[in-house]
């Protein structure tokens, strides 16, 4: 049948069994919005309006992290296509398929400086896996099905298609796929590989399984945590490992690195074998790379090759899908006790200081999470109450943290939420987020308000940019440039602009009615919880020291 450009994107769409669509439009991707109002009247895709394109692609992030499938956003030209910048770079470090359709200026006037022309292919050609730049209306088809099966294939990411506005009212013959774009294969281990892991596993007297982001995305948890019951293997996870492995489970050593816990650093540092599973062995992981696990064997499973050897030079490398890997290792290696291994590292364990009933951070979430419990997606921005959330909300399944790892995007959280909420709506999603990251997202409330999501926000409030003020009293002489906020926002009024409620509490009481009031609005709401300016994130390890080096207090 012929159709016009817009309408082969979204008929494409459906075949890649699109169901929501974040976006703002503007005028090179008008004729895709208007192409998207037949879809979205007759409800066939749901169009999420965000507050701002970057907004909309965090948002985008957060569905696909929620729900494994993949983020779709729309922007159009110029300002609309960098306004993405960001939360594409956010989505791509850290594996979160995701594909951007953005508007670009009609092919002849490409080149010219045209209104609202940017070369977005040339801004995001490092930040995203692949690219495309379309010329011809034919094009548009082939490159949305491949954009959805590059985006979800190996190791995922971020992809975006440049569609110029010209193309979209072009007209050419469409003939419809017979279902979503396939991934592409991924090659099988060898046999002898995998014997060959499993004696390693099999000869060692103080393993260790560091975890990453892979096994979530391989959704390979349950894989994981058969063989760490199976052999005995104490398991440290990265940030965005959380929940794969049950934090209360007695194997656990919770996060590892810079703000890990100090039995997980130790272990990590006296292991005989390190088995890295999915992950990429980053500088706020290893620290200095020159100490960092040096006792050890260390073996690399991952999916892409492109991440072994590159931070952390391994001894033996596995190349291919984490959850085919765990599965074909469980029956080759041996129960075992490991009582020694265990006892020592349960000697390192630190006590966490109750707070002497002060309102802590740690009071804090453990009060959101009495509240909301396992099943609940908890999305973050970045600084302290990210650290403090890793290190105090007990996950125990796969998908129900959203954060930003690599990048470290503040203003990520409220985006992410809501693209979770959209994803998940019969689960719990709450925002844990700062003073100073708040700032920067609080536009997104109207999202949440007209879509009617309930989502908590929690604002750690310490009036300050706390993580950058703390290495500011740590490494900097306390010289506090820049950081501390003027007390200027009324948190219980602000969220009645919107339509929402808002409350501020310096208690675990308060704190606690003020959840149950949020809940009972049934819309989305904020909490700002008054903590101490020195609370700070502990233990920490200087940036460029080994991780064992941990402070543990002031």
């Known amino acids: 049948m012929i159709l016009t450009g817009s309408q082969i994107i979204m008929e494409c769409l459906l075949e890649q069994g699109v169901d929501t669509i974040f976006g703002y439009p503007g005028g090179q991707i008008m004729p895709l919005y208007d192409a998207l109002y037949d879809y ?135 003939e419809k796929a017979a279902g979503p774009s396939e991934k592409f294969p991924v090659p099988a281990v060898r046999t002898e590989k995998i014997k060959r892991l499993a004696e390693l596993i099999n000869g060692a007297a103080r393993p260790v399984i560091h975890a990453g982001g892979g096994v979530r995305i391989a959704d390979a948890s349950a894989e994981l945590t058969k063989l760490a019951h199976k052999a005995h293997i104490p398991v440290a996870t990265t940030l965005m490992c959380l929940g794969c492995f049950p934090r209360k489970d007695a194997l656990s050593l919770g996060i590892m690195g810079m703000h890990g816990e100090r039995e997980s650093n130790l272990a990590v540092q006296n292991c005989d074998l390190l088995i890295s599973v999915g992950a990429r062995f980053s500088d706020r992981i290893t620290g200095d790379t020159s100490g960092f696990a040096k006792k050890s064997t260390v073996v690399h499973i991952d999916i892409d090759r492109a991440e072994v050897d590159k931070n952390v030079k391994a001894d033996f490398r596995v190349i291919g899908d984490v959850k085919d890997v765990l599965a074909q290792l469980l029956p080759l290696v041996k129960k075992q006790e490991r009582k020694e291994w265990l006892a020592s590292i349960a000697s390192w ?60 995007t503040m203003g990520f959280g409220l985006g992410a939420a809501i693209g979770a909420k959209i994803g998940c709506p019969d689960k719990d999603v709450v925002l844990i987020t700062g003073d100073g990251s708040f700032r920067m997202n609080m536009n997104e409330l109207i999202t949440a308000r007209i879509q009617g999501l309930a989502i908590p926000v929690f604002v750690i409030r310490n009036g300050t940019l706390g993580m950058v003020r703390q290495w500011q009293g740590l490494f900097w002489e306390k010289r506090f440039s820049a950081t501390d906020l003027p007390d200027v926002v009324d948190y219980e009024t602000l969220p009645k602009a919107f339509g929402l409620s808002g409350w501020r509490v310096d208690n675990v009481s308060d704190l606690k009615g003020a959840i149950k009031a949020a809940r009972a609005t049934g819309k989305a709401a904020v909490i700002a919880c008054d903590v101490d300016i020195d609370e700070n994130v502990w233990p920490i390890v200087p940036p460029g020291d080994s991780i064992e080096n941990q402070r543990m207090e002031e």
Not at 51 to 68: C, F, K, L, S
């Open 349 to 408: 364990k630190r006590e966490i200081p109750d707070g002497d009933g002060r309102f802590t951070p740690k009071a804090i979430i453990d009060t959101i999470y009495g509240a909301f419990g396992d099943d609940c997606i908890v999305a973050t921005d970045v600084g302290q109450h990210q650290m403090w959330t890793a290190q105090h909300w007990p996950f125990a399944k796969p998908r129900k943290l959203i954060t930003s790892g690599g990048m470290g």
């Open 40 to 174: 979205t009247s007759d409800g066939r895709i749901r169009h999420i309006l965000t507050a701002h394109e970057q907004g909309a692609t965090h948002a985008a992030d957060g569905y696909a992290r929620a729900t494994g499938k993949v983020g779709v956003c729309f922007a159009t030209s110029g300002p609309g296509a960098t306004n993405t910048v960001t939360g594409i770079a956010t989505a791509n470090i850290d594996s979160s398929p995701m594909v951007v359709i953005t508007g670009q200026v009609p092919v002849d006037s490409i080149g010219r400086d045209a209104f609202q022309e940017v070369d977005i292919i040339g801004i995001t050609l490092p930040i995203t896996k692949h690219s495309f730049a379309l010329r011809r209306v034919e094009e548009i088809a082939p490159a949305i099905r491949e954009a959805f099966q590059i985006a979800a294939s190996g190791r995922p990411g971020a992809v975006l298609v440049d569609v110029p506005k010209n193309l979209m009212v072009a007209t050419c013959e469409y």
